[in-house]
């Protein structure tokens, strides 16, 4: 008989961290999923309309007369309101990741690649950026150009990208020096070649994880334009903007305005759970695995 | 030493000077016509056109661009168009406020965030470090407005102790100092954490113990010491996230900082004023990060100036 059984084995701090791992994932999941499928939904549920006013039962508490959430200071339904909201949110969100994911994987993959000059010009790019109070460049782009959906997703997609170029240009730094990368060049592939085809799809699965973490800022983000008044634009309802309009009344109706912030950082601690628990432990791994194959398919012949 | 000085001098300009070329070109790419804004919508073309004529914008592209390089070195960022005078004085009369409201939120993030993330790093893999590492994603999770209105609500409204607005009195500093503050102690805890449960892995702590040192001594005579570097650096870096923060929960209390000037300049579409809070948040970070950069000799004697500090 062994000396290690069972309890002691799962005593041991591996078995715990992973242990931890696998919590996050879940409770990230769950969190994310409560938030996600009825805002997806939205349409199908038999909710009010978002913008439909009823005088008589403005400021209902929740629960009242079908009103799951209650209604504002015009009587308008509360959770159909963050739902879609919640729809304008995940829109911008995932427009912002796909912009900044490809911004900053190509900018990233290209400086740890090729180095040097390219190298100097996009890490200084990334530092000055980082170390800049972006908000206010932000919100004087959405006072010139206008607050349309697309002009914020861009504004936030260009506030995100030094994220994932750090993280690729780092991973293509180890990367390049793999015996496949040399082994290309004898073959005479062409760099460039090289680098799309054979190393981008070998870092691409850890930017898909840190694309999570990515949208739960996206959505943070977007928050906080919409209520400094720099969001989409009536008629659409955001969660800052329904934040900003129901301060007004946080002594009457503290439901206005707690209960889109508790959406808020229920789908953000969701994701960033999410994201997380896959950058460490084994289900991690086995994310980035299946992450690689998927990305790496349409390259096969 | 000194060419280190001078590199990152140079640097901190090329990045002001990146920023305010930015600004520039915005500003002139943008739908509308900047005398239009001016003037208002009932100018007539003869007046449209002297007020292109007085702020230069009837000059070729770059010739505006070298007077606007000009006017920032004298400290002319153009004239606010809702206050009616220099709008680098506006932002300047605000800016001690936001420097105030910042410093109070750094000292509340350093003063909790390194001793929870000792404790996290000695706790590593139990229970109660799990749920301090939840909570921080937590902390790090709420958007910093919202816990601005929760903490107003709960502690003017329903526990009447702070103030909910303004700055009339120290304690009005306590709730926005302190909204700003979750989020930083949220990120700075995790990275403590990690930095402090790397140093104690090291070869020198175990030498330490061997030679009898132990408990609080150990971890913060020894451990806690030699991972400064990297969580100064943290700070410094986070300062520029952290001044967005402020801009937000200005607006929530009512601070008459830079923050809820820049709102209403968004509001009035007022591009000098906001213009001029872009170029002076800028610089302040960016100054911000270079004294923090100096600092590096004094936290660790290893480090020279000029060589690459290994992160």
Redesign the interface.
């Given at each position: 008989m062994s000396a290690v059984t069972d309890s002691v084995f799962k005593k041991s701090?591996v078995v715990?961290?992973a242990r931890?791992t696998r919590?996050?994932i879940i409770?990230g999941a769950v969190l994310t999923l409560i938030v996600v499928v009825p805002i997806v939904l939205a349409r199908v549920l038999p909710v009010p309309d978002p913008n439909a006013q009823d005088v008589f039962l403005r400021l209902a508490a929740p629960g009242t007369e079908g009103h799951l959430f209650g209604t504002d200071q015009l009587g308008r339904d509360l959770f159909s309101r963050i739902l879609y909201g919640g729809q304008v949110s995940l829109l911008i969100g995932v427009m912002a990741v796909l912009v900044s994911g490809v911004l900053g994987v190509v900018l990233g993959s290209l400086a740890g690649y090729y180095g040097g000059k390219v190298d100097a010009v996009i890490s200084?790019l990334i530092?000055?950026q980082?170390?800049?109070?972006?908000?206010?460049?932000l919100?004087?782009?959405?006072?010139?150009?206008?607050s349309s959906i697309p002009v914020i997703a861009f504004v936030i997609a260009i506030a995100n990208w030094p994220e994932p170029a750090r993280l690729t240009r780092a991973m293509v730094l180890v990367e390049r020096e793999k015996p496949y990368v040399a082994a290309a060049v004898v073959l005479g592939v062409k760099r460039f070649a090289i680098l799309l085809k054979h190393v981008i799809p070998n870092v691409i699965s850890q930017a898909v994880v840190l694309a999570l973490l990515l949208l739960?800022q996206a959505v943070?983000l977007e928050?906080?334009l919409s209520?400094?008044?720099?969001g989409p634009q009536r008629p659409f309802a955001t969660w800052?903007r329904i934040?900003?309009d129901g301060?007004d009344f946080?002594?009457s109706a503290?439901w206005i305005?707690?209960i889109?912030?508790l959406v808020?950082?229920f789908l953000?601690?969701g994701v960033?759970?999410i994201g997380?628990g896959l950058q460490q432990g084994s289900v991690g791994a086995a994310f980035r695995r299946l992450a690689r194959s998927v990305t790496a398919m349409p390259g096969r012949k | 030493m000194f060419r280190y000085l001078a590199l990152r001098i140079a640097q901190a300009i090329l990045t002001i000077f990146v920023t305010v070329t930015i600004v520039f070109l915005l500003i002139r790419l943008a739908p509308g016509d900047p005398a239009y804004a001016y003037a208002g919508p009932l100018a007539t073309a003869e007046q449209l056109d002297a007020v292109r004529r007085q702020f230069g914008l009837d000059q070729p592209l770059i010739v505006q661009y070298f007077h606007f390089l000009g006017g920032i070195f004298q400290g002319d960022t153009g004239t606010s168009y809702s206050f009616r005078q220099p709008a680098l004085s506006v932002v300047m009369d605000r800016l001690p406020y936001t420097i105030t409201l910042a410093i109070a939120a750094i000292v509340i993030a350093i003063i909790i965030s390194i001793p929870l993330g000792v404790w996290m790093a000695r706790r590593q893999n139990t229970g109660r470090e799990a749920t301090a590492s939840i909570l921080t994603i937590a902390g790090q999770s709420m958007p910093d407005f919202w816990i601005g209105i929760m903490l107003v609500t709960l502690f003017s409204v329903l526990l009447p102790w702070f103030p909910s607005s303004g700055f009339e009195t120290w304690g009005g500093l306590v709730l926005p100092a302190l909204t700003v503050a979750i989020l930083q102690v949220a990120v700075l805890s995790r990275i403590v954490r990690r930095e402090v449960a790397q140093t104690l892995q090291a070869p020198f702590i175990t030498v330490a113990r061997s030679r009898g040192v132990a408990g609080a001594g150990l971890v913060w005579g020894y451990g806690v010491r030699n991972s400064l570097v990297p969580v100064v650096t943290a700070l410094g870096t986070r300062f520029a996230g952290l001044l967005n923060g402020v801009v937000v929960v200005e607006v929530v209390f009512g601070w008459p900082g830079i923050g809820s000037l820049v709102v209403r300049a968004l509001e009035t579409r007022d591009y000098p004023l906001i213009q001029s809070t872009v170029v002076v948040t800028a610089i302040l970070a960016v100054l911000v990060q270079l004294v923090v950069d100096l600092v590096y000799p004094l936290l660790d004697p290893r480090v020279r100036l000029g060589r690459k500090v290994v992160s």
């Open positions: 701090a715990r961290a931890a919590v996050k409770v200084r530092e000055a980082l170390s800049l109070p972006l908000l206010m460049m919100l004087l782009v959405v006072a010139l150009f206008g739960a943070l928050s906080a209520f400094l008044g720099a800052g934040i900003s301060q946080i002594g503290w305005v707690t889109p912030g808020i950082a953000v601690i960033n759970l997380d | -």
